[in-house]
């Protein structure tokens, strides 16, 4: 969430004069650690925390971590370090990991790291406040036992004034045989529809226009919530939970993501099509192309079945824009099975896709197998999965050129201050001049009519039309 200093090493010696002194947070990861950091940044705030000016200035330092990768996991040592360091020379600091890693390495990371006040799973999140007592009271503090999370009365402190994330399921209850979220982010919670809905309508008073709800499988949400809801409720799913927010005056686009083919419907698809503010944007990872490795993956489904579900999408909604995840050089991947993948994406011709070599992670199946790939062709597959979809991207985004799409303006271009950027209703990033004329500004929040002029892979430039 926030961005990490590049300013020279300065230090803060002085203990706070006032209030609980300044707090600092870097989020690695996926939206999932975003909506968590935006909640815990509420709860400090509510403490009396403010928000630091650096990284290396701020009395309390909190990186919220991500494991999916061991790229992932490795940044967040280099960044301990520093800080260790500092603590030796500030003593009041206080350091803090959340997340992933914290899940996934508990009281271990202690004793890598003896500077730390406080590890935390990511169902601690909603607890930091009582977590942060106890280290005031003088402990060194692990949390990451299973626990149930809680709703959070605090205001989350978001990023952005236009667009949030609205958790509605957490954890993971699938075994893909790559994948290390279900032992770090535990098994599945859905969140009571009113406390969503209640949730969506804050934001609405608070001018927020767009929503997104997240679940790293949002299709099974409600599965779990017959079992522990006190109420007596009927069954319900992603698609009735759509049907239930949609109404909500304020709101004018709703998303969700992630989307898993094993249990993408047909009903969601039609739910999607009849509700005008659901986005005709879907991010459905497929992994691979290839339905032997899709089988050792654990992904129950085969890349019919995942075609299927697209051509579906394009059928009722020809202008939606699809976007995926993807690993290569899975352990075992055969050229041809890698061809298998390049081969679905070019057939799809994805909008977005997000690409990854295999990276083994503690106690996964995948890990232990025969036949990991060796790091060369790691780097060979990835380099060229990226190509093909760079340029699948580009030819997909020439649909747009001379079109009119309705962009919601999220803020200035940071790399181009006479711009200003928003998204599509595809989710497409979209740059254009602040003002076509004297008398015409925009500004965040607004919905405004653009006219696509210039292409680009992955980002769009045009002109307001009145
Ligand atoms: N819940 C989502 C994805 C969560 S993780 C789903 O089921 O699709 C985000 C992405 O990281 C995954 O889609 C996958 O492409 C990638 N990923 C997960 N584990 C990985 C690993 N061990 N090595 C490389 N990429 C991985
Ligand atoms: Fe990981 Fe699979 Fe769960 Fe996605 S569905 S988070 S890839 S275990
Ligand atoms: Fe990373 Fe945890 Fe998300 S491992 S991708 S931050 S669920």
């Known amino acids: 969430m926030i961005q990490l200093s590049q300013k020279p090493l300065k230090i803060n010696h002085e203990l706070p004069e006032s209030g609980r002194g300044s707090y600092w947070i870097t989020t690695f990861g996926c939206q999932m650690n975003k909506a968590d950091s935006e909640r815990m940044a509420g709860i400090l705030e509510g403490m009396g925390y403010k928000e630091a000016k650096a990284e290396l200035q701020a009395d309390l330092v909190l990186y919220n971590t991500c494991t999916i990768r061991d790229n992932a996991e490795q940044k967040v040592y280099s960044y301990l370090g520093k800080q260790a360091r500092r603590k030796h020379l500030s003593p009041h600091l206080k350091l803090i990991v959340a997340g992933c890693v914290a899940q996934q390495e508990g009281a271990a990371l202690l004793r890598r790291v ?11 999140a909603n607890r930091l406040e009582t977590l942060l007592n106890q280290v005031d009271n003088g402990h060194q503090v692990v949390a990451t036992e299973e626990s149930h999370i809680l709703e959070d009365l605090t205001a989350a402190r978001r990023d952005s004034k236009v667009s949030a994330w609205v958790n509605v399921i957490y954890g993971c209850n699938e075994r893909c045989t790559y994948c290390v979220v279900p032992s770090v982010r535990g098994k599945e919670q859905s969140r009571e529809p009113e406390a969503i809905r209640k949730e969506i309508e804050n934001l609405a008073q608070k001018d927020f226009k767009e929503i997104t709800l997240l679940g790293q499988n949002i299709d099974a949400y409600g599965r779990d919530l017959k079992e522990i809801s006190s109420l007596q409720r009927e069954k319900i799913s ?229």
């Open 238 to 466: 992603l698609k009735d939970l759509l049907t239930y927010i949609h109404d909500i005056d304020g709101i004018e686009r709703i998303r969700f993501a992630t989307s898993h083919p094993r249990y993408f419907t047909d009903e969601l698809i039609q739910t999607c099509a009849e509700h005008s503010k659901i986005c005709e944007h879907f991010h459905i990872p497929f992994q691979s192309g290839d339905n032997e490795i899709l089988k050792r993956m654990a992904r129950g489904y085969t890349i019919e079945r995942y075609k299927k579900i697209i051509y579906k999408i394009k059928e009722v909604m020809p202008e939606a824009s699809i976007s995926a995840d993807v690993i290569v050089a899975f352990p075992g991947e055969t050229e041809v099975q890698f061809q298998n993948t390049l081969n679905i994406i070019e057939e799809i011709g994805f909008d977005q896709v997000n690409t990854a070599a295999y990276s083994p992670r503690p106690n996964t199946p995948a890990a232990k197998w025969a036949g990991q790939i060796q790091e060369e062709v790691k780097v060979e597959r990835l380099k060229r999965v990226n190509q093909l979809v760079a340029e699948t991207a580009r030819v997909r985004n020439k649909r747009y050129e001379g079109r009119v799409e309705e962009v919601l303006v999220e803020g200035i271009n940071p790399k181009n201050r006479e711009q200003l950027m928003g998204r599509t209703r595809t989710n497409r990033l979209t740059f254009f001049p602040q003002h076509s004329n004297s008398y015409l500004l925009y500004k965040a929040g607004d919905i405004v009519k653009v006219k696509i002029e210039e292409i680009r892979s992955f980002s769009l430039t045009g002109t307001p039309i009145n």
């Open 114 to 124: 003896p500077e730390l006040d406080l590890v935390m799973g990511p169902q601690h």
